[in-house]
Each structure stands twice: as C-alpha cells, then as structure tokens.
C-alpha cells in the first residue's frame, strides 16, 4: 500500500514535469512566434520604406506604415526643423487633428520630460486633445542624439493600445530616425547644389531648371525683374573684393525680401545681375516691386573706413500683357535684360519696362 502510494506520487509529479515542461514550450514557442511576427513585419517596414530620400516621401511611407501595421484610427508626425513644427497628419477613419495646434509644443515637452514617450489610454478629460474619447500615443523620433520631433497614434477606442502593439511601435519607431536623417541630409545636398552661397539665392543652373519644366499657362499673370548693380567694377576696384561682396549680400537679401512680398522667386543670374520671376502678378505690383528695389537699394547705406557709402541699381522689368498660352518665359527673359539695358542707357538708377 505504502509502495502504491509512493508509486502514485512519482507519477504525479512526473505528470507535473511533463505539463510544466509543456507550458514552458508552449511560452517559448508563443514568445518565439511573436519574436518572428516582429522580426518579418520590421523586415516588411525596411523593404516598404525603400530608397526614398525626399522628405514628403519618407513621412508618407511612415505614416502608410504605420496606419497599415499598427491599424491606427490616424497618425501624425510632428517634425520640429529651426524651432518651427510642422504637423503631417493622415487619417484612416476621421478627418480630424487629434493634438489641438496651440499644444503640439507642449506635448512635445511632455514627451521629453517623460524620456521621450507619451501614453494616455483615456482622452476624455484631456483638454489638449480635439478628441474627447479614445487612446493616444506618442513616441519620439530621434537619432544619434539628435531630437527630430514625434509620431503620434490615435486608436478612436479607450484601452486600445495593448503593450504588445506599444513594444512593437517602439521598434518600428526606432527605425524613423535614420529614415528623417537622410532625408534631412539629402534636402540641405540637394539645396545646396541650386543655391549660390554668398547670396543664399537660388543659381542660374536652378532657374533653367526651374524654367525648362514649367509650364506657363494663358491665366498666370506672368512678369520679370532683372536688375544689375550701377558700376560694381568700381566697387571692387576702389574698395576691394571683399566689401563687394557685402554689397551682393545685401543684393541677394533685397531680391528675397521683394520677391516674397510680391510672390516671386529670386535668382543670382550671374556676377552682379539678379533676378526675379513672377507668377499671377499685373504690370502696377510689377512696377511697385521694381520702384522698391530701386529705392530700399540706393538708401541702403555702407560703412568702410569711417566713409559713408550708397549706391545705384539698374532695373529691367518685362511683362507677358497678352498672356499667351504658350508663354516662351527666356523670350520675356531677354526682354527685361533689353529694359536694363535701356534703364543703364537713362542714366542708371532707374527702371524700365518692355512688354509683349
């Protein structure tokens, strides 16, 4: 009797073994699956994402990545780049900004304060929020050291977000970085090699660019302003190559500032010649924004060995009056290049107009 009990006890413990032993597999196979399940869809995530290098691409792939892993009810990627935040936002079910604009810096210093995450299961009592029910995290987006900004995810469900779905977005996330990294490295490549780095105007080489494949319409209102400093070979010779190149800086900030007010874009033609093109703007603004180069220019005052100096500019304008449908914008280009040449033949610090 006492061996038959003994016997019975070694059975059960030995049945114990097994089914502990059982429910460790299980685990482990359980934990296994989901190592590969995270394994594939990160694997899945680099080969969605690609070679894209351009900034609005990478956030749309994110974003589509996000929405299609996570099954978010909407997504959002606030980027902070020189103290400015811009929101991209794209949503699945609603059409809505789930972070109310004046708290996208706020929340953003929550996140760091709280080591770069932000979970709130219920948004019912958030004031912060456009949304009044529902679940919300935010993870911040960084790499080596550097703090890009964040994604944000909404789930329209309170208590959705499980912490299987929180582990895998953090490693998702963790990815981004390098993703927003090289897009912000190939945007400041890419701006670079069209921009002139003394004036920081756009080059003559953008401006063909630019030029070659647009496409003028009959509608647009288009004008040009060309204008060439009044004796710059003086200006170097008398007071050396380096104040002639304060003098084309300020040149170059003139023609942006212009060119911002009057909805044109800025280009450094070459050696003292600048210019601007003009989209959906009549021949009075056109005349207004060459008269404000031509003043702002000569009041403009300079400083070299205890001298006060001013200079002179020469303007150019042409404008497309007829608005031909197939617009030849180098023809109208030539065209204020022939109203500098006149404004210079006036007596220079002036503007001239010609028009087709």
Same mark, same amino acid.
């Given at each position: 009797?006492? $061996?038959?009990?003994?016997? !019975?006890? +070694?059975?059960?413990?030995? @049945?114990?073994?097994? /089914? &502990?032993?059982?429910?460790? *597999?299980?685990?482990?196979?359980?934990?296994?699956?989901?190592?590969?399940?995270?394994?594939?869809?990160?694997?899945?995530?680099?080969?969605?994402?690609?070679?894209?290098?351009?900034?609005?691409?990478?956030?749309?792939?994110?974003?589509?990545?996000?929405?299609?892993?996570?099954?978010?009810?909407?997504?959002?990627?606030?980027?902070?780049?020189?103290?400015?935040?811009?929101?991209?936002?794209?949503?699945?079910?609603?059409?809505?900004?789930?972070?109310?604009?004046?708290?996208?810096?706020?929340?953003?210093?929550?996140?760091?304060?709280?080591?770069?995450?932000?979970?709130?299961?219920?948004?019912?009592?958030?004031?912060?929020?456009?949304?009044?029910?529902?679940?919300?995290?935010?993870? $911040?987006?960084?790499?080596? !050291?550097? +703090?890009?900004?964040?994604? @944000?995810?909404?789930? /329209? &469900?309170?208590?959705?977000? *499980?912490?299987?779905?929180?582990?895998?977005?953090?490693?998702?996330?963790?990815?981004?970085?390098?993703?927003?990294?090289?897009?912000?490295?190939?945007?400041?490549?890419?701006?670079?090699?069209?921009?002139?780095?003394?004036?920081?105007?756009?080059?003559?080489?953008?401006?063909?660019?630019?030029?070659?494949?647009?496409?003028?319409?009959?509608?647009?209102?288009?004008?040009?302003?060309?204008?060439?400093?009044?004796?710059?070979?003086?200006?170097?010779?008398?007071?050396?190559?380096?104040?002639?190149?304060?003098?084309?800086?300020?040149?170059?900030?003139?023609?942006?500032?212009?060119?911002?007010?009057?909805?044109?874009?800025?280009?450094?033609?070459?050696?003292?010649?600048?210019?601007?093109?003009?989209?959906?703007? !009549?021949?009075?603004?056109?005349?207004? @924004?060459?008269?404000?180069? &031509?003043?702002?220019?000569?009041?403009?005052?300079?400083?070299?060995?205890?001298?006060?100096?001013?200079?002179?500019?020469?303007?150019?304008?042409?404008?497309?009056?007829?608005?031909?449908?197939?617009?030849?914008?180098?023809?109208?280009?030539?065209?204020?290049?022939?109203?500098?040449?006149?404004?210079?033949?006036?007596?220079?610090?002036?503007?001239?107009?010609?028009?087709?």
């Amino acid at each position: 009797m006492k $061996e038959s009990i003994i016997l !019975d006890k +070694k059975a059960s413990d030995e @049945a114990d073994i097994i /089914d &502990n032993a059982a429910n460790e *597999s299980d685990l482990y196979l359980k934990s296994l699956e989901e190592r590969v399940t995270i394994l594939t869809t990160l694997k899945e995530v680099n080969f969605y994402m690609g070679n894209s290098l351009e900034l609005i691409d990478v956030i749309k792939n994110i974003i589509d990545v996000v929405l299609g892993v996570l099954g978010v009810t909407s997504c959002s990627i606030c980027l902070k780049k020189e103290s400015k935040w811009s929101i991209n936002e794209k949503n699945m079910l609603v059409n809505t900004n789930v972070i109310d604009d004046k708290y996208v810096n706020e929340i953003y210093e929550i996140i760091e304060k709280q080591g770069g995450e932000l979970l709130i299961k219920d948004l019912a009592h958030e004031p912060k929020f456009n949304q009044t029910k529902g679940s919300f995290i935010a993870i $911040e987006i960084n790499r080596k !050291d550097i +703090k890009y900004g964040y994604i @944000a995810l909404y789930y /329209d &469900n309170p208590e959705t977000i *499980s912490e299987s779905k929180i582990e895998l977005f953090r490693l998702i996330v963790a990815q981004f970085g390098l993703y927003i990294e090289n897009a912000y490295l190939y945007e400041s490549v890419t701006l670079a090699s069209i921009t002139d780095n003394l004036t920081g105007m756009y080059n003559r080489t953008h401006l063909n660019r630019t030029l070659t494949n647009k496409c003028f319409t009959n509608i647009e209102k288009v004008g040009i302003i060309m204008a060439d400093i009044d004796d710059f070979k003086k200006i170097n010779d008398n007071y050396g190559h380096l104040f002639g190149d304060v003098v084309l800086k300020y040149t170059g900030e003139l023609f942006k500032e212009v060119a911002k007010e009057y909805n044109g874009t800025a280009f450094r033609y070459g050696g003292e010649e600048m210019l601007i093109v003009f989209e959906n703007i !009549d021949k009075e603004k056109l005349c207004s @924004a060459a008269n404000e180069i &031509n003043e702002k220019f000569r009041e403009n005052t300079y400083f070299k060995k205890d001298k006060k100096l001013n200079f002179t500019i020469s303007v150019g304008v042409s404008k497309d009056i007829l608005y031909f449908k197939d617009l030849d914008i180098f023809k109208l280009i030539n065209l204020a290049d022939e109203a500098l040449y006149e404004a210079k033949k006036s007596g220079k610090n002036c503007y001239k107009v010609k028009t087709i």
